[in-house]
């Protein structure tokens, strides 16, 4: 398996343009996280799902959009880029009935 | 509110001796702790975990304390290895979706 796969690794954005951030797992895992960390700090919850066709917001959902077609895939859309949103953004995804959560290796993303 | 936080951003040990990572946390319903750690640009990996019903779970030469008491948590990190030099954190887990509240972290530097 190859785990949870994240792309792209880096990416450098211009204030107002848009981009989705893949993040795919091939461990038929129920539940998936998007998180982001900033630098010196942990990470925080942006959106989650619980399954195929649902999503939830996490801690700091604003300026994102999530959607999740498939169990397998969980892409995370930026439609207007700003500054704040420079970060490393992270991935996760966990079996239903188990707590532990497998990351992805991270986006960072630069917004010039 | 949940909070989860440690108390130290920064340990620095020499190589062969015991490391303590010291965690707090607020919510006494939380059920559920997990320690990650992460290394300079990877996502976080899971290190051990322990429910609220437990004092004290061992691993590989790793072993987390509980005490439900102070609200405390702290991962030992038995003989320091110059690989353990990473950023460590603690993690509360919310029934709410599985939902994992992170603390800032603690990065353990090993001196040879």
């Known amino acids: 398996n190859a785990g949870v796969t994240q792309t792209p690794k880096f990416r450098i954005l211009k204030i107002g343009q848009s981009m989705t951030l893949q993040c795919a797992q091939d461990?038929?895992?129920?539940?998936m996280y998007w998180y982001r960390q900033d630098p010196g700090m942990g990470l925080k919850l942006i959106y989650y799902?619980?399954?195929?066709?649902?999503?939830d917001k996490g801690e700091v959902p604003n300026g994102y959009n999530v959607s999740r077609s498939t169990t397998e895939d969980f892409p995370l859309r930026l439609e207007l880029a700003a500054p704040s949103q420079t970060s490393v953004y992270f991935c996760?995804?966990?079996?239903?009935?188990?707590?532990?959560?497998?990351f992805g290796p991270g986006t960072r993303l630069t917004v010039l | 509110g949940e909070s989860v936080g440690l108390h130290l951003p920064t340990l620095s040990v020499q190589e062969g001796d015991n490391s303590i990572i010291n965690c707090a946390y607020s919510?006494?319903?939380?059920?559920?702790f997990i320690w990650y750690k992460q290394e300079s640009g990877k996502g976080p990996q899971f290190i051990i975990d322990?429910?609220?019903?437990?004092d004290k779970r061992q691993g590989q030469r790793v072993t987390v304390l509980l005490n439900k008491t102070v609200k405390h948590l702290s991962l030992q990190i038995a003989a320091t290895q110059p690989g353990d030099s990473a950023v460590y954190f603690c993690?509360?887990?919310?029934?709410?979706?599985?939902?994992?509240?992170f603390g800032q972290g603690t990065e353990l530097s090993v001196k040879p």
């Open positions: 919510n006494s319903a939380s059920d559920y």
């Open positions: 322990i429910r609220s019903n437990m």
């Open positions: 799902s619980v399954g195929a066709g649902i999503t």
């Open positions: 993690a509360e887990k919310n029934n709410q979706g599985g939902k994992l509240i």
């Open positions: 996760a995804s966990r079996v239903a009935g188990a707590n532990e959560q497998f």
């Open positions: 461990m038929n895992h129920n539940y």
